[in-house]
């Protein structure tokens, strides 16, 4: 297929594994490499090639008009340039990609560490740039998760309509080194309902963890846009999201995920019902609740009021949240914990500035743009006047000057091309500012689930507070009668009943809410450290680029410099 | 300022060397641009100083005071009165507005117009134009009225604009063959008006893209101005290290947007400004091709009127009518108009043979030198860029 020293030699190996449906999705991969026929080509010929190409990448992250616009197939500069010196752009990338310079060096950031990747590194390294300075750290383990091939599906059962309800499956493919997996390569089938299943069931398992946010739902864009542009974007989003999954220490070797990659067929993980019907639920047990004593069972203290379908207890904690918030007196638990007050201002303040810079960087991005399609144009309106100068010359002194006017012409071009190749990359180094900011969603919910936490022992703590208090004045008014009631005897013991078992929720409340207080902690700790390491290589990796582009650039122009440095010479 | 070319251009060949003092010499420059008057009737006025060693001047140095519309009056009056040669094109008359009063327009219309007086006054046969003594030495009152007389004749500025465009949309109907050929027919005419004609658009495209290049400079060093910035705000947020990084990335981000800024301006004046002056340097040329067409026809014209008369005149010869003594005298006046016709149409044509060759060379250089000036500029500013971000990068890797 592809000359062996190719980089895209990984490439190859992975694709003797892939079943045939992989080997149509993969279609679009393959092209990038075929038009590099320079065998030797370094990382960056192939990459220039691949980019410079006018395929619509799938795997392009930014979904923004700017990275649309960088591949579009209407780049004037990518169809056949008039002139005959000019030539494609995978051979002509040869003709100035040495001397090695700084450039080429610092190029290589993305391939040979991360063995993770069996894809070139090219491609994949445009989807995930935060999975690379981690991943390679890790102990030899990884995992691969690629989503492919859309395909219609009939909704079979209870369709009212004749032809019923169709949906589009998407093929999920997995391959892992990780042994609490099955095999090292399945695939199964899912549609985006069982995705939101999944993210629902890890929100309830792992609270207190910053579990990536699942891709919205998109309702409005469904029915506005194009189906086939919709399925593409949500095809790519959903590949994202699980890679992002898989990322996560805890979260890769979880149950629901396993499952959920593994398992043929339905996916066995119970479904969220929707709100009508717990609802219903609810409004069934309430009157019993009122008329009995009641309280919520220790097991169900462990999930949020918000979500369940003990809507006497949503109540109570919401009057609680309200005794806090309203009431002067203060509740008899609050957050302690000044370090985690400060953390969350920090992280408040961090998702500012994220926000910010992750506008700014799009900005710098368009800028970049701009100037290498401007520089383009500029080029081409010279290659234009040379062409109709060679024709249409009445004058030797012209003649002259056309060959100059070409060089010039040429390495506007030039230029030109370096400034868009040195987009796509920014954009890939960026990309990290929309990612960590996209985590905040994720920072958001752990935090909402310590804080609902909180709210249930809360609730609970008052709740006993007042059992207490009834308890001492039936005590009391009991005593008085002689001989004992029976109403009233019969009564505190039922109390005393409802006490022990609120006193065991209660405890259990407060572990559940220890726990995720700790897990709050661990993953802040892990997300700064993370943090930390994209953003370091996100510099690193922007600043290269800019200083190799710079230097190719600097030489193009230098060369048009010299050889025209005779008319300034006449001047003297 | 006693330069004799814009400072973009070289010398051609035809250009005389410096001249030490016995050597006649005619300096011109046009300075300190004021803004004048108020509102919407507020303009600019230079000072333009002479300095001459010619007795047909006054003196050896003239200070007058001039306005852009007194310059006009001047590219007019030699247009005129020099048919045939190619009028050093004036800056264009027509600006936005709000940039009308900006320090860069001033400034670029300031050198313009000094680049035009000092080619005219380096011309071989337009320095000597009593037009351009008068314009160089008579005071702001009198200059004003010779202004308002020509004005008078043609109402408006944008009137006489209006009939230049006029007659150049009649020359290319006559040239493009729409009108009925009271044409030159010859060959190589034909192909250089073509040449003209397409040179003008294709250096009309590259200007425009070369003026966005200048924009696209300036948008790219802001945006990366402010990407600095925020970059400094979020490493406030980081620890000390990446922080320490972060607010290293916005320095060097302000660094080279400043200097991103600095090569938009050089590009500015270095090569979009001599792309505009070819375009309407080649629009001059348009107009003295009009001019030609004119002469021609009225050459023709004449000639054939002329011819008429021959017979007419021979009609009553042959009659002996009285009238012929009348039609004799009125032949013989056309006779020599037909004449000083020809003679102003031949002038014409050997003048516009020689300037072209002129015009050509003088641009071949005026561009070389732009291209060189944008090649330098482009590797220099690349090459800081470089060094910028290439220090920045050692720091980063000891992180």
Redesign the interface.
Known sequence: MMGAENKGHDYEEAHLFASKEEMESLVLHEHPFNSNSNGNGNFFSSYGSAMSSSLPDSHHPLSSSVATAILTDSDPLLSPPPYPELHGPSSHDNSYIEPPSYADVIFSPFHGEDINSLESPSLSSINSPMSFSRTSSSNSEYIRITVSNPQKEQETSNSIVPGGNTYFTYLITTRTNIPEFVATEFSVRRRFRDVVTLSDRLAESYRGFFIPPRPDKNVMESQMMQKQEFVEQRRLALEKYLRRLSEHPMIKKSDELKVFLQVQGKLPLPTSTDVASRMLDGAVKLPKQLLGESTVAPHEVVQPAKGGRDLLRLFKELKQSMVNDWSGSRPLVVEEDKEFLEKKEKMHDLEQQLSSSSQQAESLVKAQQDMGETMGELGLAFIKLTKFENEEAVFNSQRARVLDMKNFATAAVKASRFYRELNLHTVKHLDALHGHLGLMLAVHSAFTDRTSALLTVQTLLTELASLQSRSEKLEAASSKVFGGDKTRIRKMEELKETMRVTEDAKNVAIREYERIKENNRIELERLDKERHTDFLSMLKGFVANQVGYAEKIANVWGRVAEETSGYVKESI | MDHQQPPW???GSSQSPRSPSSQPYLHVSVIDPVKLGNGVQAYISYRVITKTNLHEYQGPEKIVIRRYSDFVWLHDRLFEKYKGFFIPPLPEKNAVEKFRFTAEFIEMRRLALDIFLNRVASHHELQQSEDLRTFLQVDEAVMERLRAHENGLFKKPAELMQIFKDVQSKVSNVVLGKEKPVEESNAEYE??K??IF??EN??A??Q???Y??VK??R??G???S??G???K??G????DS?GK??SE?GA?SEVVSVRLQKEAQQLLMNFEEPLKDYVLAVQSIKATIAERANAFRQHCELAETMKLKEINLDKLTLTRSDKMREAETEYNQLKQANEEAKRRYDDMVRLMNEE??RF??QK??D???A??N???G??RL??N??DA??S??HK??S?
Do not use: P
């Open positions: 251009s070289v010398s192909k250089l073509h040449y397409e040179l294709h250096l495209e590259a425009k893209h070369s966005r290049l696209r400079h948008e790219l802001k945006s990366l402010d990407f910035k925020a970059m705000l979020l406030s947020c980081e620890g990446l990084a972060f990335l060097k072209i060759v050509q060379e071949t250089l561009i070389g030198v291209f060189h944008f090649a330098n482009q590797a690349a090459n860029i470089a971000w290439r920045l990068l980063l890797e992180c």
